[in-house]
């Protein structure tokens, strides 16, 4: 994910939406490499929502998992992808004022190519989705 600057930490306060880019595959299949996020900073999380976060030991670097429970000390997350890990299994709990924000949707970004109006009909038809809580993969999760 990428870093957060200090004017878009100064322009969370104003907007309470933002976009973030999704680079590698620990999300996948919800999430794959070059899609785009809407995040609601600030939002109410709960268990099974996917979050951007700040990694606990690098709070430069940006990153996207589902929240799987709250625990002691913060919110244990979790990749969906369980082969790639940098997850609470990693680094343990997160605590909650690293938690930045809930996903809302994702989008695939245009390509270069797309400029004909049937290509940007088909992109705009196919490219956005909401990323919605799964309960299921949060009990699913922890149970790794």
Do not use: C
Not at 121 to 139: E, F, Q
């Amino acid at each position: 994910m990428p870093e957060l600057s200090q004017d878009v930490e100064r322009g969370r306060a104003l907007l309470p939406f933002g976009v973030a880019e999704v680079t590698g595959p620990s999300m996948v299949p919800t999430l794959h490499h070059g899609d785009r996020l809407v995040v609601q900073y600030g939002a109410r999380i709960r268990p099974g929502d996917v979050v951007v976060l700040r990694h606990p030991f690098q709070q430069d670097l940006l990153v996207v998992k589902r929240a799987a429970e709250r625990r002691e000390g913060g919110w244990w997350v979790l990749g969906d992808n369980p082969y790639a890990g940098g997850d609470s299994t990693d680094y343990g709990t997160v605590p909650e004022d690293l938690v930045l924000g809930r996903v809302r949707f994702r989008y695939r970004p245009l390509k270069a190519g797309q400029r004909s109006p049937f290509a940007l009909a088909r992109w705009a038809l196919s490219a956005a989705w909401p990323v919605v809580s799964d309960r299921s993969a949060s009990r699913r999760l922890r149970a790794r």
